[in-house]
């Protein structure tokens, strides 16, 4: 077991530089970082004097191994738009993006596993069809649509929720939250929604191919024969079967959830770390750009040690011979 | 003469399919009587497993008993509503299936799903449901039973699995076991110990075990009784040695003599010629008229039912007087 996570380490660690390599190339080699923060009034001379004291003018390893010092600092130098540190911009935005991630998260598993489960057990009733149906919608809708839709209806047609924005925020110190006020938690519902749908439907329909698989086998057959009750074989002995694969599924679309509320924060103008992202695209903010790579790439990595942790923790097969 | 502890009388299954019904099953009638071992041989898809799962009540959808009726103790089981029935199921009848390594669930450890088993059906508390775990896999033959009970069932081998399964099987003190074709999965040479320890345990409680299998061999050393069956229905039935012996149906004929025996010096054993009908193309007639050496004109039009022939026999063939028409 701890081999094995050092090992799952040791890979993490080459993946992040791979990325750091790409993001210093980036930050390094699109545009000139020089005349994207000087005037067009500046000099040459004096451009060059600013060159060199960035250091810009070192050898190409040393510029990497400073890029990757600096961020282990997490430091990623001034956005070139909003000319502060870019570290203070991510981390002022972050809560905004986790806190719609995770309440996503918590719908599509909770909708998705149950809505999973139902039918499955109930493969044959008319309701199953209907959530079948429906989350063919779910699943061929864009986002985009999804959150335009769901804004006319609530709020355009019948006013109930907020269109955009945060609501109101409480400031903890270190993290400012939405999930305090009442306006807050209003306006987090849509862009939830929005953001979860897909991965709802995709759960949903994993844990049902998923669970069907298991109520055929032998053990499910065994365990009826020896009279446990529906509830003990349904949740108790098939449910847990079906966790690995979707804690595989589960984790990697909590990343892309991160990765991808993009779209969702440009829908609802949403103030995460996505939007950040876009409009940093829009005027070539280089430094934000590559410390957003980073970023991303640090969530996936770490929800994938966690999964392959949680694999370990869910089937007993894995866990000899390591 | 005692009363029997299951009495199944004229049961038929059928499964309704887009090509119309199949009878996976037509008019098995059989009794077994408490502390006795009935066996029930055939090739695959005679109707042997089906007779195991609709007396416990487990016929895959969308089968059905279309017909008949299952008594256990006296008590008529196969109209049960499910709640019910899962009393039946571990507590009154328990079932042991074919492959050891598919029966256990991987994820739980043997103690879990033994003292789950247990707490289902009798009252006690955790520790005097381990205890009585730990008691049942030393009695089925596991080594060091105390410490080994908190394993996963991938740490033991098959033959071990399969003790495990056993245990499961008996936990609650069954009047009935069904097994499943227990060793078909097993080394040859683990096979006769898992049929000992399953015998010696039933034994020991007076359970009785209708034992499914395709081997004569087992059969011989281990019944009392044998059912034949062939295309579903019963063949013949009657005392295992007699049946043996003196094989009255012509199919069961063809089994006994497709045994390997020691002493004999044939060449080569016999084998009956051609396959058994699929159930959507039972011939008219007799099921087994395309492969019977004896066939004749009757055989070819009217149905014969298992019909009692001498005391303790029944027989269906129209070779013998006083057989009935199905």
């Known amino acids: 077991m701890l081999a094995f996570i050092i090992r799952r380490l040791a890979q993490s660690v080459l993946v992040m530089l791979v990325v750091a390599l790409i993001a210093f190339a980036v930050f390094r080699y699109v ?29 190409v390893v040393v510029q990497f191994l400073r890029f990757i010092g600096n961020a282990l600092q997490g430091e990623f130098g001034i956005s070139y738009r909003l000319q502060q540190p870019v570290t203070e911009l991510i981390l002022s935005r972050l809560p905004a993006t986790i806190e719609l991630a995770f309440a996503s998260a918590m719908i599509a598993l909770i909708f998705g596993v149950g809505l999973g489960v139902f039918t499955a057990l109930k493969p044959r009733s008319p309701a199953s069809a209907l959530v079948m149906a429906l989350s063919l919608i779910g699943v061929s809708l864009p986002t985009f649509l999804i959150g335009i839709g769901l804004i ?44 979860s749908l897909f991965q709802l439907t995709l759960i949903m329909r994993l844990v049902r191919s998923e669970m069907l698989e298991v109520l055929r086998t032998e053990y499910i057959r065994f365990a009826r024969a020896r009279g446990l009750s529906q509830r003990a074989i349904n949740f108790g002995h098939a449910l847990k079967n079906t966790l690995v694969p979707v804690i595989t ?74 | 003469m005692a009363d029997p502890i299951l009495s199944v009388r004229d049961l ?15 008019g098995v009638s059989f009794d077994i009587m408490p502390g006795e071992v009935l066996g029930v041989v055939g090739e695959s898809g005679a109707g042997k497993s089906m007779t195991g799962s609709a007396v416990i009540g487990l016929i895959d959808r969308p089968g059905r008993i279309a017909k008949g009726e299952i008594h256990l103790q006296g008590e008529r089981i196969d109209n049960l509503p499910e709640e019910r029935m ?50 049942l896999l030393d009695r089925v033959g596991i080594p060091d039973a105390a410490r080994r009970i908190d394993d996963y069932p991938h740490q033991f081998s098959g033959g ?41 345990l039933c034994a020991e409680t007076g359970a009785a075990i209708m034992l499914i299998t395709h081997d004569m061999g087992v059969i011989a050393e281990t019944a009392d009784r044998v059912a034949v069956m062939y295309a ?79 005391p303790g026999r029944r027989v269906a063939c129209w070779l013998y007087p006083g057989v009935q028409e199905a």
């Open chain 1, 31 to 59: 545009g000139d970082p020089i005349a994207s923060m000087v005037g067009v009034d500046t000099r040459l001379a004096d451009q060059e004097i600013m060159r060199e004291r960035l250091g810009l003018n070192d050898p």
């Open chain 2, 232 to 310: 579903g229905r019963i063949a013949e039935i009657g005392p295992v040695r007699a049946v043996i012996k003196d094989a009255k149906h012509p199919y069961s004929a063809g089994l006994m003599g497709a045994i390997p025996r020691m002493s004999a010096d044939l060449e080569r054993l016999v084998q009956i010629p051609g396959a058994m009908p699929r159930l959507s193309a039972i011939p008219p007639g007799c099921p087994f008229n395309p492969r019977c050496p004896h066939v004749f004109d009757r055989c070819l039009t009217h149905r014969p039912a298992a019909s009692e022939i001498e």
């Open chain 1, 249 to 322: 599924i589960t984790g990697l679309q909590l990343g892309s959830v991160i990765a991808f509320a993009i779209v969702t924060e440009t829908v609802f103008q949403w103030p995460g770390v996505g939007s950040l992202f876009i409009n940093s695209v829009q005027v070539v903010d280089v430094p934000v750009m590559a410390a957003y790579l980073m970023f991303i790439a640090l969530v996936f990595v770490v929800i994938n040690l966690i999964v392959d942790i949680l694999y370990y923790v869910v089937d007993p097969r894995l866990r000899v011979g390591g």
């Open chain 2, 86 to 135: 899962r009393g039946v199921r571990g507590k009154r009848i328990g079932m042991i299936f074919q492959d050891p390594l598919t029966s256990l669930n991987p994820l739980y450890r043997i103690s879990e799903q033994i003292v789950e088993t247990i707490r289902t059906h009798l009252p006690l508390s955790k520790e005097a449901a381990r205890a009585k775990a730990v008691g």
């Open chain 1, 152 to 195: 006319y209806i609530f709020s355009v047609e019948l006013g109930w929720l907020p269109s955009f924005g945060r609501g109101q925020v409480v400031d903890l110190g270190w993290w400012r939250t939405g999930l305090l006020t009442e306006s807050g938690l209003k306006s987090l519902i849509l862009p939830a929604i929005t953001l």
């Open chain 2, 160 to 200: 071990m699995r399969q003790r495990v399964v056993i245990a499961l099987a008996l936990c609650a003190e069954p009047d009935l076991v069904i097994a499943d074709e227990p060793t078909t999965a097993l080394d040859v040479s683990v096979q006769a110990q898992i049929i000992d320890v399953m015998k010696e």
């Open chain 2, 12 to 26: 038929t299954v059928e499964f309704p399919t887009r090509h119309g019904i199949l009878t996976a099953l037509s």
